[in-house]
């Protein structure tokens, strides 16, 4: 990443001495490629700063996102364990919820984890 920036500044230095010398179709033309590989630099640097910047981001919004699911199988295991099975352990809780995810046979009725709230 500091070779761009190095390349950049050289290409500006380049454009500076090319004004020293007679105005003619060659030099404007090299003036004119210079400037463009110096922009073409700059661009780059800014691509890589967004780039940076959009990972972050999405980084902290997956992290919440987690955060947030997390929570919510928490929350609606205690409601469970509340309401139904007060003496059962959250982490025995737990494994009959994901043995039934998985289709495997448990003990407890598939009303208890569909609806939560005893009526």
């Known amino acids: ?13 380049l454009v500076k001495l ?3 010398f007679p105005d003619t179709a060659t030099v404007r033309r090299l003036r004119r490629e210079l400037s463009a590989q ?6 780059i640097i800014r691509k890589k700063a967004k780039k940076e910047s959009q990972k972050i981001k999405s980084l902290e919004q997956s992290q919440l996102n987690r955060s ?3 929570k919510r199988y928490y929350r609606y295991l205690k409601s469970i364990q509340k309401n139904y099975f007060p003496d ?3 982490k025995q809780l737990r494994t ?6 998985q289709g495997l046979d448990v003990d407890v009725s598939d009303i208890v984890f569909t609806d939560p709230s005893p009526t």
């Open 88 to 90: 059962t352990p959250l």
């Open 18 to 20: 090319l004004k020293q």
């Open 68 to 70: 947030s699911k997390m």
């Open 96 to 101: 009959m919820y994901k043995r039934k995810k």
């Open 38 to 43: 110096g922009k073409a630099a700059e661009l």
């Open 1 to 13: 990443m500091s070779k761009i920036p190095k390349e950049k500044t050289k290409m500006e230095d």
